[in-house]
Each structure stands twice: as structure tokens, then as C-alpha cells.
């Protein structure tokens, strides 16, 4: 399962990983079936600090498992049941941290949280760099799951099993020697608490009237806050949404501020001022809320919200810019789309998958225009926009390569351009027989007057093998234009490419119409083909 810290992040973990950070939701990447997205969620436990030491004669009825002694260092095999805890009563130190269970060791493993970026970097505490917060010399003890109690306190729930494998991972034959339930009777959950400390009140909650559920708001302990937030949305009482407002608005507790924002938008109440002031919160937790919220603005409004949510893309929590670029996917006007560029140009892989969800078929010859005009700062992200384009194919690719054909100037177009001009004829795969007369007679251009520079040995173009790479490969991409006489010169005398491939620089010289300069340009394009 996953479970959240109190700024709305979520945390998991899996058999071998104490906890990860899922970074991006899934139903963002979703809307985007264009894009390769990478993994959504990162593991953030750092490799050589996620050690177990386990103080018990672990016991494992895995055939294959060789357990370690008690106090020996061991890496996770069972991890799971990472909680958060978001509360104080254990301590400020203890804040944010996450517990993450393993049966099989029979501990508790402790790690806190620093923010990075995006993310976070998870490492164990320096008092507990070589034990357990928790752990247990009884093999029986076998932790599930740790949470925050409404009282403060972090509970731990306990299977207490002889056997915690499933039956599957058992060799057959001491399957039938063992009993796999023992123990089935005697779970428990462990209450743990500071000692000689106090706890706090759980509140009654039945005992508590809509405007008494908005105060607990105020609460330091998440799950109670978490409570009454549920509560509230479920009853809907119209005699909440004043004071949920008044504390939207007014309220010097930023965990306040947020739940009354969010339930407001959970009981359909959000309006104009409440969205506009959290936008503008100090507290950028708030704020990137507010940004999420904003997505289902009405029609109406949508204009003005647009005008607040742009500024943001400058903000300083990465936070926030993540959450802009997942959003600003619901808004298909140009200058939506032109700060989705700027924000996937100008950050780290999550950001950029971030902003490149956010674009569809529809803007993304406008997010493409855009990235160009940012120019070099840029060209990292260009690649993974073809790639968009050859999956899209169709009137759409068309329409990209011709946007992009237009702002090139023949005469001077870079390597680098006539390398995306390869990529993109590349990525639509047919004839340039569908595309638009203008845009194929400019390719044509492009075509004829790289290859005579070839031809004519321009020595400084010799001397560029990324630009003679790039020239004979658009030869290659490009058909009935007026140099196609070369190629079709060449393949009337070998009869085939690969017999091109093998021919030496002379022979490829002596066909008329190829010369010298244009025969060495072919055999080193299909050298460096060889060897990519």
C-alpha cells in the first residue's frame, strides 16, 4: 500500500526497497498514449544505507534462503507497510519520518526524509546507523504495517506467525511437517509512545458539530485532520462552508489552510477568491494544491486562472513547477503550451515527463514551435518531441515537418537542423508524395544544395563528417528531387544499396555525374552506418 506525508506526497515500497517516492500520477501520463514515460516513482533509500539488523534467529521456511546470525547485517526481503509518521508527540526529530516493516527480519526500519528537488533522499537516522528502531528477538513478531494513531502515537500492526512465506515458496515435503497458520490467533498491534510522555486526546468525533470538525483542522496530528476532512465532505453541511472559507483565507496554520481549501473543493464550494488567494499562498504546499485544484475551473473562469497559474512556472519549489507542468495539460491556449516548453526545456527528467504529458495532438505542433524558438538551450528535449511525432503520424507529422521547414533558412541551415530534418522524414516513414507542395519543394532545396556542396568539395564542409553524415542520409530519406539522379546513377551501375555499401571511392567516382567528392561524402555515410 502507499501512504502520504502531510504536504501530499506519496510513499511505497516493495520487497527489496524500504521506500519510494511515487513522483508522478498516473493518470497525468495517461493522457498523453504519445509519449514513453519513465518510471513513476523513484526509490529514494540510497544504495549502502539500507542495511536490516535483525536481533533474532530469523526464521524462514524458504527453501532457498539462507538467513543471516543474530546482530548481522542483512539487506530487506520483506519490506512493506511503509508509513509516515505526521505527528510530534514522538518527538520533532521523528517528524516526516517513514517506518517501513520486514516480517521475515522481524523489525521496524526507520528513514528521514529530505527534500530534493522534485523528490527526496531517504537515509537512516545517525543514532540508528547500525540497529533498528524497532526489532525483536521473538520470530514469531512479524510486523505489516505502521501508522499514526489520532492520540500521537505510531502503531504497528503484528501478524505473529511461525510461518510468513506463502505455501508456494515451501519445498513440499516440510510443507506437510509444519503447521502454516500457527499463530493465525495471536495477532496484535503495539502502541508505541514516548516514555513517561503524553499523548494526546483522540477526538469524539460523533460529539462533533460540522464547525467543530473545521477546527480540528488545526490539529498537528495528520490522521485527525485527515478524519475530519473526510467527515465534512461526507456530510456536506452547508453550515461548514463559512467557516471552512474563513479559514481558507485567514487561517496562520498552512496544514489549516490546506485541508479547509481541499474540502471545499471536495463538497464543490471552491470559488473565484478562495482558488485566487491559494495560488497566491505563501506556503508553496498550498499553493501547488491550489494548482491541481484550478484544473477544473470553469469555463468561465478559466482565462483568469490561466493568468495566475503562468507566473508560477518561475516559482522557487520544484514542487510546484511539477505540479504547474501536469496542470497546465487541461488549457490548450498558446501561452499554456509555450510554458509548458519553457518548463520541460528547463528541468530534470520529472519535470520534463511532467510538461510532455501535458501535451496532445492538438498543441503539440505548437508545443514543437515553441521548443525551437527557445533555440539551443532546448535541443535536449527535441528528440524525445519526434519521437511524439512519428507515433502521431498522419496530418500531424505532416504539419510539424512543415512548421519546422519553413523556419529554416536554406542557405544556412546548421548540422543539427539537417539532422532533425532527417529524424522527422524518418519518423513519418512514406514518400514525401502526401506533404504539401511548398514543403517538399524546400526539402528538395535543401537536398540539392547540401549535396553540391559535396560535390563542388567545399573543403570546410569536408571537413565536418556530422554534416556529411547528415547530407547523405537525407539523400537517402529524400526521393524524386532533382540530385535523385546521383542515387539512381548509382543504383542503375550496382544494382543494389548493399553493393554500393562495398564499392570503393573510385569505382563510386566513375559514374557519371557522382565525381570524387560526392563518392567519398557516400563511402564514409555508410562507414559511419557500420559502425553506429
Not at 507542468?325 to 503550451?337: F, I, K, N, R, V
Not at 514543437?368 to 503520424?393: D, F, K, Q, W
Not at 519543394?441 to 547528415?470: M, W
Request: glycine share 6%; charged share 25%.
Amino acid at each position: 500500500g502507499r501512504q502520504r506525508d502531510d504536504n501530499g506526497n506519496w510513499f511505497g515500497c516493495n520487497n527489496l526497497i524500504p521506500v519510494r517516492h511515487y513522483v508522478l500520477g498516473d493518470h497525468y501520463v495517461r493522457r498523453n498514449p504519445l509519449l514513453a514515460v519513465p518510471s513513476l516513482s523513484r526509490d529514494i533509500a540510497p544504495n549502502g544505507a539500507t542495511q536490516v539488523f535483525p536481533i533474532s534467529n530469523v526464521l524462514s521456511h524458504w527453501s532457498d534462503y539462507v538467513p543471516p546470525g543474530p546482530g548481522q547485517p542483512h539487506r530487506f526481503t520483506a519490506a512493506a507497510g511503509v508509513g509516515v509518521y505526521r505527528d510530534t508527540v514522538l518527538g520533532d526529530s521523528f517528524y516526516g519520518n517513514t517506518f517501513t516493516c520486514d516480517s521475515v527480519l522481524n523489525a521496524v526500519h526507520r528513514r528521514t526524509l529530505t527534500p530534493n528537488g522534485v523528490t527526496f533522499i531517504s537515509d537512516r537516522p545517525p543514532e540508528e546507523s547500525n540497529r533498528e528502531f524497532l526489532a525483536s528477538s521473538d520470530p514469531w513478531f512479524r510486523p505489516t504495517t505502521a501508522t499514526t494513531g489520532p492520540d500521537g502515537a505510531l502503531y504497528i500492526t503484528d501478524m505473529y506467525r511461525l510461518v510468513i512465506e506463502h505455501p508456494e515458496w515451501i519445498d513440499d515435503q516440510h510443507e506437510q511437517e509444519i503447521f502454516v497458520r500457527a499463530g493465525h490467533d495471536r495477532g496484535r498491534i503495539y502502541r508505541i509512545r514516548p516514555d513517561g510522555g503524553d499523548l494526546r486526546d483522540a477526538p469524539r468525533w460523533s460529539k462533533l458539530s460540522s464547525t467543530g470538525l473545521v477546527e480540528t483542522f488545526r490539529s498537528p496530528n495528520g490522521r485527525v485532520r485527515d478524519t475530519a476532512q473526510r467527515l465534512l465532505v461526507q456530510r456536506a453541511d452547508p453550515a461548514s462552508i463559512q467557516p471552512l472559507r474563513q479559514m481558507a483565507l485567514s487561517s496562520d496554520n498552512f496544514l489549516a489552510r490546506l485541508h479547509a481549501l481541499c474540502t471545499l473543493d471536495g463538497i464543490g464550494k471552491i470559488d473565484r477568491e478562495i482558488l485566487s488567494s491559494a495560488l497566491q499562498d505563501d506556503h508553496p504546499t498550498v499553493c501547488r494544491h491550489a494548482i491541481r485544484i484550478a484544473e477544473r475551473t470553469s469555463s468561465e473562469n478559466r482565462q483568469e486562472m490561466l493568468s495566475l497559474l503562468i507566473p508560477l512556472a518561475k516559482h522557487a519549489d520544484a514542487q510546484v513547477r511539477l505540479q504547474l507542468a501536469c496542470s497546465l495539460g487541461y488549457w490548450t491556449d498558446q501561452q499554456a503550451t509555450e510554458t509548458l516548453a519553457k518548463l520541460a526545456a528547463g528541468g530534470e527528467s520529472y519535470l520534463r515527463s511532467a510538461a510532455l504529458s501535458s501535451v496532445s495532438e492538438q498543441t503539440l505542433p505548437d508545443f514543437y514551435s515553441a521548443v525551437v524558438a527557445l533555440g539551443p538551450t532546448a535541443n535536449s528535449l527535441r528528440p524525445a518531441v519526434i519521437e511524439m511525432v512519428s507515433r502521431a503520424g498522419g496530418d500531424l507529422a505532416d504539419q510539424i515537418l512543415g512548421r519546422f521547414v519553413d523556419q529554416i533558412k536554406a542557405e544556412s541551415i546548421s548540422a543539427y537542423e539537417l539532422n532533425e530534418l532527417n529524424r522527422m522524414l524518418s519518423a513519418r516513414g512514406d514518400s514525401l508524395a502526401s506533404i504539401a507542395d511548398k514543403t517538399r519543394a524546400k526539402i528538395g532545396s535543401i537536398a540539392d544544395r547540401e549535396f553540391s556542396r559535396l560535390a563542388e568539395q567545399r573543403t570546410a564542409d569536408l571537413d565536418d563528417p556530422v554534416r556529411i553524415t547528415a547530407t547523405i542520409r537525407l539523400l537517402s530519406n529524400v526521393s524524386g528531387d532533382r540530385f535523385s539522379k546521383r542515387r539512381d546513377a548509382l543504383l542503375a551501375h550496382f544494382s543494389s544499396v548493399d553493393q554500393i555499401k562495398t564499392a570503393e571511392v573510385s569505382e563510386l567516382a566513375s559514374i557519371p555525374g557522382v565525381g570524387q567528392s560526392a563518392a567519398e561524402a557516400v563511402k564514409l555515410y555508410f562507414s559511419s552506418e557500420a559502425s553506429a
